[in-house]
């Protein structure tokens, strides 16, 4: 395993690639979202305890996690980020002089299985903390905000009903940021991995249901 000075300078490296990277991709999936998918993961990563190897290897993953969400967009969701991503993170990590193997598995394993619809079940502690960092950032006040972002730039309704949302395709215009609450965003909570993953999901998980509730009446 590489040391922690050298997992430190890749990390440095990495972070100023990624900021290159996702200057192309979409305003909910760009730096900003990864460097607060950083902050969560490493605040799960010392609630959970994690060694100073799963920190630094945690931090790797955080900022690799979208480094496929252009190609994820601009395909209209036909390409899988978190697939495509992972081969991705290896290249990066070879270009920037990594050749650890076991760094590559852990930071590219995690990369794979992050994501909300994927079929890869996080494993290890970098997994989980990576899911659960990136999926809090899909909830509470923020989460709404990139809801809304996103469903503008599909060209999608500002609100619908319940069964116009529920009964409407992805990148349609009735792919409102309702329907991505109803179809993903209220259930993420349930679905966290981690304990302290699942405490912090609780008051966001609150504040996106009484916004929604006030949408639904009209206030």
Do not use: W
Request: some cysteine; overall charge neutral.
């Amino acid at each position: 395993m590489m040391t922690a000075i050298e997992l430190i300078q890749l990390r440095e490296t990495v972070q100023q690639q990624i900021k290159t990277i996702l200057a192309s991709g979409d305003g909910c999936h760009d730096f900003d979202h990864t460097l607060r998918v950083l902050k969560n993961a490493r605040v799960l990563a010392e609630e959970e305890a994690c060694t100073e190897e799963e920190k630094l290897l945690i931090e790797l993953a955080s900022l690799l996690h979208d480094c496929a969400r252009p190609e994820e967009f601009a395909s209209g969701g036909k390409i899988c980020h978190a697939v495509l991503g992972a081969e991705k993170a290896e290249r990066i990590l070879r270009e920037q002089g990594c050749l650890d193997a076991a760094v590559i598995r852990a930071v590219c394993d995690a990369v794979r299985c992050h994501r909300y619809r994927g079929n890869v079940r996080p494993r290890t502690m970098v997994d989980k903390v990576l899911h659960d960092a990136d999926k809090l950032d899909s909830i509470g006040a923020v989460g709404i905000g990139r809801a809304f972002h996103y469903a503008g730039r599909l060209g999608a309704r500002l609100h619908n009903t319940e069964a116009e949302a529920r009964n409407s395709p992805e990148y349609s215009r009735e792919d409102t940021a309702y329907r991505e609450y109803l179809v993903k965003l209220c259930h993420i909570p349930e679905r966290l991995m981690t304990v302290s993953g699942r405490k912090h999901a609780r008051d966001r998980a609150d504040f996106m249901h009484e916004f929604f509730r006030r949408m639904n009446v009209g206030e």
